[in-house]
């Protein structure tokens, strides 16, 4: 079984982003609390999203290999 290594590429270079560090820096370092309010949801959604597009990947990935290992020509 192989490691959705696309999906987590796409969510470290978005995260090492000139906009990612912001979301990040603004979400959790900010001295404002209304800045901190209005960012950390927005963050931990987009760590759902990532999360859910890397288990995607890790499902399609493992239908691929199964059909392979059985010899699926279609």
């Known amino acids: 079984m192989r490691w959705p290594w696309i999906s987590m590429l796409i969510a470290v270079l978005v995260a090492a982003s000139p906009l990612g560090r ?3 820096h603004n979400g959790f370092l900010s001295g ?9 949801p927005l963050f931990f959604m987009g760590l759902a999203i990532f999360a859910l597009i890397a288990a995607v990947e890790w499902l399609v990935r493992l239908i691929i290999s199964k059909r392979r290992a059985r010899g699926t020509t279609s």
Do not use: F, Q, T
Request: glycine share 0%; net charge negative; no cysteine.
């Open 22 to 24: 912001e979301v990040i």
């Open 32 to 40: 404002e609390a209304l800045s901190r309010d209005i960012v950390r």
